[in-house]
């Protein structure tokens, strides 16, 4: 029997003794007495595990509530309704596991329940660490003068070898990306501080976000690896900020966390040396699995970056604290004034509770907190529940469910968890057996906080699970992560999530051809704000994820919607989408020949019973064209306020034949149109414009079921949560992404003749002279993120009721060839492409006018050939050199050319190239990192009078 089973009381026994009554309770002689009537039995902190668990003479502990209906099975069985165990109030310290066994079980009818005697979550508390009670001001000289300046009279300092910890326990070393077994493992994380409830910031550099991007890296010699075409280091050396490693490398124990190579992958690892002088930092292995390199801002995925925790010099907030482990000390700047119990640190380094092998065993109304490990293990089984919890202050996930089936998590709060927050693996995959597993009614926020990918608020492996009426907000990665079959994500809310890292999305899944079955339905997904401009995207369908119907859900604020790459039988009907800045929906083409996924769908019996009749449309997928997203449909949205369609061929398809692989019908959409999507007293509101499909096709959503719902099965009630407001300097880079310019109607006639005349393209309206007024004209001269020319264009923009007029003056460098024949990407030229939507289909047009005088239309972008030659009908083209200064082109293009009906404030995707041959460079309007005629990742020409 462990110290945790007896009170003070148990001193004044004898070794004998305790032997004597140790003897007589197992055997049944001191057996608590609990009648088929009676059905409960009482656990109180003022209690002792020989009582009789009577609310009069309480048991002190789990075990022996668990101990005594072991021993109420053997002697009678269990009674109608099951056992009740009633937890009075109370703080319970948990130093080791509790764990249930198979003999533990309920049985149907007769479950047993642990749970709050009063009914109230937050009365009892599993704790699994101390209270930190004893702070003082810091005095230390040596401490105060690395410590900030400004924190010097408001951080407090504890010893933790007088709080009763002798043995400090250290963060653990997270390596994501190194060792696929140590991913799946629970491992303790280090001494993490929660005042009143809520974990606090290790000190860190940055405060927030990201933190600097590594500018270089030393060449080691027989060390180095190439990663998306850039040079690594494998050892894990950088260079940081000289300014910073000065003050960082009189500092112990600090830790490095970073995506050093691609922001999908972090890693946290203890810092081993920082060269004051050359600002080289040196990191104890294990090292990233993708090496360390150079940042490359020209590639979003690939950019590389890193924080500096656990720094005395940078504890310069409330709410951060330092742990020093060699002195056995903690600082921390509170919030607030410190009250008795308000701070606490977890020292239990395995999980509080352990279920294996029972059924039909629930937790209710019980707060879970202060372990460096997982909060529940539940493996096999049948039938456990945790309802009405609250999950908090974990060092690693919060419930872990593995196998079984029909076990449930229901009306919970989990949040402040070092890693992930649900995990569930259950079912089998080969015979479509579902686990019927289920998550509803709970809210997750604030996890991830150490170990940041791939630790998403709730991921699921195998076959039927249901996830239903939940929220879940701030967290660093996904909100949903799944795989398998058959698993229904339903009335769902999502926000505030994927905000630091990139290729995911809100919903991910990916390299999977076999996933069919799958369900994303009726969830309201909204403010999703990836770190970089390109990044937030609602549902991430990666490397040719199959099978998956994404039905009445409502997408706003967010970059893209939903991204498809390869996928086939991808059903998307009867979404809503508001506010996606770039488009609504990516519909892509990726395929590798040497890619796992035929290999992977060899694993299950595809082509027979019940895989067969449940999936007819993944029988023959190898014998057709698996490298293309066959069987897509996409019908009855409404998408407003952006793009809708952004076809991506990738790896070498075709666009026209990646068009072909969906049935495109009955969708509404405009980019003039605008819809505030929000929540009033609760409820889901907004309003769709009266001349949408929403009066026909479009089926009536049902927003008043979406996310969280009152019911006494709730752990708190109302629940109050924000959005996270957006990176600090996201309007900046939205702004720069996709900039808007005016194309003001026409104040006379413009003569199209290759040469800008001041009094053509002059308008008084502007008020300012012709040339200095923004509004006016714009000017392109980038060549990629921070990267400009001196050899700039100037654009003018005008329209009448039939057609739009363009006019660009071009530099030449004197000192280079001005090449004048009409070749692209040989020959000087400018380029225009436009985002249009024609017969229900997203297609950009793409015109190119050359120095001598000649113009085409091109099909690079994949646009169908009676529609790339409509665009070149009754356009006129002129051109002009004007020495060896500069050269200039007007141009006249119906807007019936183009298939669009010009209105008031339309807003149309548009880019502006121009290419200058003798300095070999692509000069755009804005950098698209990949063919500039991406309107998508450009910016966009409104109409206005």
């Given at each position: 029997?462990s110290?945790?089973c007896?009170?003070?009381r148990?001193?004044k ?14 055997t049944g002689?001191?057996?608590?007495s ?16 020989f ?6 003479t309480?048991?002190?502990?789990l075990?022996g ?9 053997r ?8 056992v009740?165990?009633l ?5 319970y310290?948990?130093t080791q596991t509790f764990v249930?066994?198979?003999?533990d079980?309920g ?8 749970r ?5 979550v937050?009365?009892v ?19 105060l ?8 009279e ?7 070898v007088?709080a009763g ?12 990306w190194?060792?696929d077994h ?9 001494l993490?501080?929660?005042f009143?409830?809520?974990?606090m910031?290790l ?7 990201w ?12 060390k180095?690896?190439t990663?998306r ?14 300014e910073r ?5 009189q ?5 490095c ?13 203890q810092?081993?040396s920082?060269?004051?002088?050359t600002?080289?930092?040196?990191l104890f292995?294990p090292?990233h ?15 590389s ?16 604290f330092r742990v020093?482990?060699?002195?056995g000390?903690?600082?921390?700047w509170?919030?607030?004034?410190i009250?008795?119990?308000d701070a ?19 937790f209710h109304?019980i707060?879970?907190?202060n ?8 493996d096999?089984g049948?039938?456990?529940g945790?309802e009405?919890?609250i999950?908090?202050?974990?060092g690693?996930?919060g419930?872990?469910i593995?196998g079984g ?19 569930i693996?259950?079912g089998?995959r080969q015979?479509l057996?579902?686990?019927n ?6 809210h ?14 709730i991921g699921v ?10 929220l879940l907000n701030?967290?660093?990665?996904t909100?949903?992560?799944?795989r398998?079959n ?11 999530v994927a ?12 390299r999977?051809?076999?996933s ?6 009726f969830?309201?997904?909204h ?12 549902v991430?369908l990666?490397?040719a ?9 409502i997408?706003?604020?967010?970059r ?12 998307i009907?009867?979404n809503?989408?508001?506010?996606c800045t770039?488009?609504?929906l990516i519909l ?7 890619h796992?996924?035929a ?8 082509k027979?019973?019940p ?6 449309e993944?029988?023959?997928v190898?014998e057709?064209?698996p490298?293309y997203?066959?069987?897509?449909v996409?019908?009855?949205n ?9 076809w991506?061929?990738g790896?070498?398809g075709?666009?026209n ?15 003039i149109?605008?819809?505030e999507?929000?929540?009033t ?11 949408s ?7 009536k959503?049902?927003?008043g079921?979406i996310?969280?719902?009152?019911s006494?099965?709730r ?14 300097d996201w309007?900046k880079?939205d702004?720069?992404s996709h ?16 040469e ?8 008084d309206r502007?008020?300012?002279?012709w040339?200095?007024?923004p509004?006016?004209h714009?000017?392109?001269n ?11 264009s100037t ?8 057609s739009l007029?363009?006019?660009v003056?071009?530099m030449?460098?004197p000192k280079?060839?001005?090449?004048t ?12 492409a436009?985002?249009v939507n ?5 297609c950009?047009l793409?015109?190119?006018g ?8 091109s099909d ?7 529609l790339v ?16 200064e500069s050269?200039s082109c ?7 050319s ?7 404030d339309?807003v ?6 121009v290419r ?7 000069v755009?309007?804005c950098?698209t ?8 990742l ?5 109409l206005v009078?």
């Amino acid at each position: 029997m462990s110290d945790s089973c007896l009170d003070d009381r148990s001193e004044k026994y004898t070794g004998r003794m305790c032997a004597v009554f140790f003897l007589l309770f197992v055997t049944g002689f001191l057996c608590p007495s609990i009648s088929r009537a009676g059905e409960s039995i009482y656990v109180s902190i003022s209690g002792h595990d020989f009582n009789d668990g009577k609310k009069e003479t309480p048991l002190r502990t789990l075990e022996g509530a668990r101990d005594a209906i072991r021993q109420l099975r053997r002697k009678t069985g269990l009674p109608d309704g099951g056992v009740t165990v009633l937890i009075e109030k109370g703080v319970y310290r948990r130093t080791q596991t509790f764990v249930l066994q198979k003999e533990d079980s309920g049985e149907p009818g007769k479950p047993i329940v642990y749970r709050s005697a009063s009914g109230n979550v937050t009365d009892v508390s599993l704790n699994g660490g101390i209270v930190l009670g004893n702070w003082k001001s810091v005095i230390d000289k040596s401490v105060l003068k690395v410590m900030p300046e400004l924190a010097r009279e408001k951080v407090l300092v504890e010893d933790l070898v007088e709080a009763g910890i002798s043995d400090v326990p250290d963060f653990n070393p997270y390596c994501n990306w190194t060792d696929d077994h140590r991913r799946q493992q629970i491992n303790p994380n280090g001494l993490w501080l929660s005042f009143k409830g809520q974990a606090m910031r290790l000190a860190s550099w940055p405060n927030q976000g990201w933190g600097d991007y590594i500018r270089n890296i030393p060449y080691i010699e027989g060390k180095m690896i190439t990663f998306r075409g850039q040079p690594a280091n494998t050892l894990g050396q950088f260079y940081v900020n000289q300014e910073r490693a000065q003050k960082w490398a009189q500092e112990k124990e600090l830790w490095c966390r970073g995506y050093f190579a691609v922001t999908y992958a972090d890693d946290n690892q203890q810092v081993k040396s920082i060269d004051p002088k050359t600002g080289l930092i040196e990191l104890f292995p294990p090292y990233h699995h993708y090496g360390y390199k150079k940042d490359n801002p020209n590639h979003d995925g690939a950019r590389s970056t890193y924080t500096i925790a656990n720094a005395l010099s940078e504890l310069d907030e409330p709410g951060e604290f330092r742990v020093d482990r060699e002195n056995g000390k903690i600082y921390f700047w509170p919030p607030e004034e410190i009250r008795d119990g308000d701070a606490q640190v977890p020292l239990m380094s395995e999980p509080l509770i352990e279920v294996h092998k029972a059924s039909y065993i629930t937790f209710h109304g019980i707060t879970i907190e202060n372990a460096r490990s997982a909060g529940i293990i539940i493996d096999k089984g049948s039938d456990v529940g945790i309802e009405k919890c609250i999950l908090r202050n974990l060092g690693n996930i919060g419930v872990k469910i593995t196998g079984g089936e029909n076990h449930f998590i229901r009306g919970c709060d989990i949040h402040d968890l070092s890693a992930g927050g649900v995990s569930i693996v259950g079912g089998n995959r080969q015979t479509l057996t579902p686990c019927n597993h289920t998550v509803d009614n709970t809210h997750i926020y604030r996890i991830g906080l150490w170990e940041r990918t791939y630790r998403p608020g709730i991921g699921v492996n195998g076959v039927g699970a249901k996830i239903t009426h939940c929220l879940l907000n701030d967290l660093p990665h996904t909100a949903y992560l799944f795989r398998g079959n058959d698993h229904r994500f339903e009335y769902n809310e999502i926000h505030s999530v994927a905000r630091q890292t990139t290729e995911v999305g809100a919903i991910y899944t990916g390299r999977d051809w076999a996933s069919y079955g799958n369900e994303i339905h009726f969830n309201y997904i909204h403010d999703i704000y990836g770190p970089i401009a390109s990044y937030g995207l609602g549902v991430h369908l990666d490397d040719a994820a199959s099978g998956i119907s994404i039905y009445g859900n409502i997408f706003s604020r967010m970059r893209n919607a939903i991204a498809l790459y390869g996928g086939r039988s991808i059903k998307i009907k009867n979404n809503l989408f508001a506010g996606c800045t770039q488009c609504a929906l990516i519909l892509g083409y990726r395929y590798t020949p040497q890619h796992q996924l035929a290999e992977k769908l060899r694993r299950f019996p595809y082509k027979t019973k019940p895989w067969s009749t449940k999936y007819p449309e993944l029988v023959n997928v190898l014998e057709e064209t698996p490298e293309y997203p066959e069987h897509g449909v996409v019908t009855n949205n409404i998408s407003l306020g952006g793009m809708f369609i952004n076809w991506r061929q990738g790896d070498g398809g075709e666009i026209n034949r990646l068009k072909k692989c969906f049935e495109i019908s009955s969708n509404d959409w405009s980019a003039i149109k605008t819809l505030e999507v929000g929540r009033t007293n609760s409820l889901i509101s907004f309003n769709l414009p009266e001349d949408s499909v929403q009066y026909s096709s479009f089926k009536k959503l049902p927003t008043g079921k979406i996310g969280l719902y009152k019911s006494a099965l709730r752990a708190t009630w109302p629940v109050v949560n924000q959005v996270s407001p957006k990176p600090d300097d996201w309007q900046k880079r939205d702004a720069e992404s996709h900039p808007v310019v005016n194309a003001v109607f026409a104040n006379g006639t413009i003569k199209i003749d290759g040469e800008i005349s001041e009094n053509e393209w002059h308008d008084d309206r502007f008020k300012e002279t012709w040339g200095e007024n923004p509004n006016d004209h714009f000017v392109v001269n980038k060549m990629g993120v921070g990267k400009t020319t001196p050899l700039s264009s100037t654009v003018r923009i005008r329209h009448d009721d039939s057609s739009l007029y363009v006019a660009v003056k071009s530099m030449i460098d004197p000192k280079k060839t001005f090449d004048t024949s009409a070749q692209w990407g040989r020959s000087d030229a400018v380029e225009l492409a436009f985002g249009v939507n024609v017969k229900k289909t997203f297609c950009i047009l793409i015109l190119r006018g050359y120095p001598k005088g000649e113009f085409e239309s091109s099909d690079e972008a994949g646009t169908p050939t009676d529609l790339v030659e409509k665009a070149a009908e009754g356009v006129v083209y002129r051109a002009s050199v004007n020495g060896m200064e500069s050269w200039s082109c007007e141009w006249k293009i119906p807007f019936d050319s183009l298939g669009i009906k010009p209105a008031q404030d339309m807003v149309i995707p548009f880019n502006v190239t121009v290419r200058q041959s003798g300095r070999k460079q692509w000069v755009m309007w804005c950098p698209t990192r990949t063919h500039s005629w991406r309107v998508d990742l450009a910016g966009q020409l409104m109409l206005v009078k």
